[in-house]
Structure formats: structure tokens, C-alpha cells
């Protein structure tokens, strides 16, 4: 009998596969700011796409204002960014998504972290405070470890705009291109 092998790697995590969620969650635009962790297999190709539209911003906290407006529009939005830029954001995460009830969608690349350790035990302080900052302000988070983990994307989208409060998704693993 011959045993079939897991189709989820649980060392690798595909950039076209994250591509397909944001598509499949109906992100209608996506803030970014360049983003080493992710650029290769995830920004970089997204920049091919016809949807979602891209948006470059200067600072991580312009993602959180534009996406707030869009949502006033009807449109969906997600910020692609590095942990030291969200961290440097969480004021405008705080007022204008946990203040003001709004559905701010953010995917935060963990520069230098090793995929399959947990944030909180990242030898990177930054990075290890991030989930208790979240947990503080009352966001839900989930770590993006491998493919496996992809199908908590489009749910958390849809929860985050249906509550209209915002949502972190943690990129723990560089991905791939492909």
C-alpha cells in the first residue's frame, strides 16, 4: 500500500499562494511600503497583478488612513509591511482601527525570522513583542508559517470587515516565488 505524501510542506511558503487568498478575500488594493522579507516572492509578483491594485506609501501609518477611507468607499484594503514599520504604526492602528472601529488589514513580514519558531520565542525583541501588543489592543493575529496556514487568510478578511475592526496576519517564513 502505497502512503500519499502531505501536500503542505510545513518548511515553505509560496508568494503565488498568498497571492491567491488576498485575490480570494477581495482585497481590492494593497498599501505597501518596500518590504526585503517579502519583496521576492510576494511583492514583487503581486506588482504583476492586475488585482489588487497597488498603492505605494511613504510610511506604514499611510496604509492605515487609506485603508480607513477605502472602507468608507466599499473597498477592501491590505498593507504589506515590515514588523519595524508596524511597530512604528501601531498609534495609527490603535485610533483609527481599535478607536474608530475600523477594518485595517495589515500582513507584517518578520524580517530575520525563522520560520517554524513562534513569534514569541523570536531571539528578536521586535519581533517577540508583536503578539502581546496585538492581544493588548484587543487584534486578532495569526501566523503565516507555511501554506498550510493560508486558509485562515480569507476568513479573518471577511471577519475583520464584517466587525469592522482590524487584523494582523504575521509572515513568519520568507516566501517563495512560484
Not at 1 to 24: F, K, S, T, Y
Not at 148 to 171: C, E, H, Q
Given at each position: 500500500?502505497?502512503?500519499?505524501?502531505?501536500?503542505?510542506?510545513?518548511?515553505?511558503?509560496?508568494?503565488?499562494?498568498?497571492?491567491?487568498?488576498?485575490?480570494?478575500s477581495r482585497i481590492d488594493f494593497l498599501m505597501s511600503v518596500p518590504d526585503l522579507f517579502t519583496s521576492e516572492g510576494l511583492l514583487r509578483p503581486l506588482t504583476r497583478e492586475w488585482t489588487p491594485r497597488m498603492i505605494r506609501v511613504a510610511r506604514e501609518d499611510e496604509g492605515v488612513g487609506i485603508a480607513a477611507a477605502l472602507s468608507y468607499c466599499g473597498k477592501r484594503a491590505l498593507s504589506l509591511i515590515q514588523y519595524t514599520g508596524f511597530l512604528?504604526?501601531?498609534?495609527?492602528?490603535r485610533a483609527v482601527g481599535v478607536d474608530?472601529?475600523?477594518?485595517?488589514?495589515?500582513?507584517?513580514?518578520?524580517?530575520?525570522?525563522?520560520g517554524g519558531v513562534p513569534p514569541r520565542?523570536?531571539?528578536?525583541?521586535?519581533?517577540?513583542?508583536?503578539?502581546?501588543?496585538?492581544?493588548?489592543?484587543?487584534?486578532?493575529?495569526?501566523?503565516?508559517?507555511?501554506?498550510?496556514?493560508?486558509?485562515?487568510?480569507?476568513?479573518?478578511?471577511?471577519?475583520?470587515?464584517?466587525?469592522?475592526?482590524?487584523?494582523?496576519?504575521?509572515?513568519?517564513?520568507?516566501?517563495?516565488?512560484?
Open positions: 500500500m502505497q502512503v500519499e505524501a502531505d501536500p503542505v510542506d510545513a518548511r515553505v511558503l509560496h508568494g503565488g499562494a498568498i497571492i491567491r487568498e488576498i485575490q480570494a512604528d504604526s501601531i498609534n495609527a492602528l474608530y472601529k475600523m477594518p485595517i488589514c495589515l500582513m507584517v513580514g518578520l524580517l530575520g525570522h525563522e520565542q523570536s531571539p528578536r525583541y521586535g519581533v517577540r513583542i508583536i503578539e502581546p501588543i496585538l492581544e493588548a489592543m484587543g487584534v486578532a493575529s495569526h501566523v503565516i508559517d507555511h501554506d498550510g496556514d493560508l486558509a485562515k487568510i480569507a476568513p479573518a478578511i471577511d471577519d475583520a470587515y464584517t466587525r469592522s475592526w482590524p487584523v494582523v496576519f504575521l509572515i513568519a517564513r520568507k516566501p517563495v516565488s512560484a
